[in-house]
């Protein structure tokens, strides 16, 4: 190996400094890479920090989501409750109207109405406005319930089976389905018990405002039965006992015009 020898002091002094600045420069260059490592590990962590809040945040939209969509839920959760709980108050309604209409008291209007070469309808009514008690249709043609009204006195007796057990137990008079019809003592058929219809609901509204009379409603003559007749009537109602009731058409003018009555038993 070659021997560095200095000639001077000065040149020693200034080998000395040369390698005093290597060794600076060197141990410098250890720092700067030190630096730069610690700058990464910064800048990791900073990544992780960022990633962690992007994360985070998206946990939240997540649960935001998800909150939102139960509310969503439980809103129409509570809106189909409501409308069922309407439905239900709208059917007891309705069912209350019903059963008020279905009490009769000791006055009620009573219509019969029919084409005339079709059946004869009687209804009854608590009041002119009222939904129908009862709907009553006759095998007996119009046409002649009006030739036994012209000889002043028509008596007309519904009867029907009495049930001690079975469906038909417990029912009121005018809720029995079928009866036996006679007129001034013969029979004439039978008779139905039926719904309030939209083509009888019609006629009931035609002569809604008429408290007492007969007519003939206009139609268009197109019907093959003919025009509708009608005879509209308050009627006195007496109960014998939960088999028997009786209906008597009123004449307040005391006129000695037609005598109507009609009878329902339960034998």
Known sequence: MRTIMARTPHDSSSFSRRHFQWIIGKNGGE??????????????????????????????????ATTAKKKRTTSTSAAAVAVSRFRSVLSAAIAARRSRS???????????????RGHVHFAFQADPRSCPAAV?????????????????LVRIALECERRSSGPGAGK????????????????????VRRECGPAD??????????????????????????????MRAR??????????????????DGNGGPELSIYLLRV
Do not use: H
């Not at 730069?36 to 935001?64: G, H, P, Q, R």
């Not at 249709?137 to 002043?152: D, F, I, K, N, Q």
């Not at 008429?210 to 009608?230: F, H, I, K, R, T």
């Not at 109960?239 to 004449?251: L, R, T």
């Open 201 to 230: 609901w019609k006629v009931l509204k035609a002569v809604e405002p008429v408290s007492m009379g007969a007519g003939v409603l206009p139609g268009d003559g197109q019907d093959p039965d003919g025009e509708m007749m009608y």
């Open 235 to 252: 009627f006195e109602r007496v109960i014998g006992s939960k088999d028997s009731e009786a209906f008597y058409m009123m004449n307040p």
């Open 102 to 116: 279905a009490g009769l008291g000791p006055r009620v209007t009573g219509t019969l109405f029919g084409r005339r």
């Open 172 to 191: 009121r008079l005018l809720e029995e389905p079928l009866w036996r019809a006679y007129c001034n003592g013969r029979k004439c058929g039978y008779a």
């Open 136 to 152: 009553i249709e006759l095998a007996t043609p119009t046409s002649t319930l009006v030739r036994e009204m012209a000889s002043g």
């Open 31 to 64: 720092g700067d890479t030190k630096a730069a490592a610690a700058a990464a590990a910064a800048d990791d962590e900073e990544e992780e920090v960022l990633a962690f809040s992007t994360t985070t945040s998206s946990c939240d939209d997540e649960v935001a």
